[in-house]
């Protein structure tokens, strides 16, 4: 494991990735998407070959175009549109409940 990688795993907020590869940032959009920043980010990660046997100038240059572009999906766009995860990839994060299972579930309460 590169010793970059080996940094990033004590790493515990969006805000100390986005410091350390000095990505700029909108702290409202951090606020509201952080989870979904760092998940998308680890999804381009690992889409992108060859990232193992980059030495850590190289895969610091290729995190920091990543983490900016994680970033930028969700300046430009929404969670639910993003889709990141599962329960936004779901019907559209849209639970979907008959009336006939709703009466069947109030029946049962008595």
């Not at 952080?34 to 030495?55: A, C, V, W």
């Not at 920091?64 to 970033?71: D, M, S």
């Amino acid at each position: 494991m590169s010793e970059l990688f080996k940094q990033m795993t004590s790493f515990s907020a969006a805000e100390e990735f986005l410091d350390y590869f000095q990505v700029p940032f909108d702290q409202a959009v951090v606020n509201v998407n952080r989870l979904h920043i760092l998940k998308r980010f680890n999804q381009y990660l690992r889409q992108t070959p060859g990232t193992s046997e980059m030495d850590d100038a190289t895969l610091s240059g290729v995190c920091k175009e990543l983490l900016a572009k994680a970033y930028e999906d969700f300046v430009r766009s929404t969670p639910v549109q993003e889709k990141v995860f599962k329960v936004f990839q779901d019907v559209d994060g849209k639970q979907h409940v008959s009336l006939d299972s709703l009466r069947t579930a109030m029946a049962t309460r008595g």
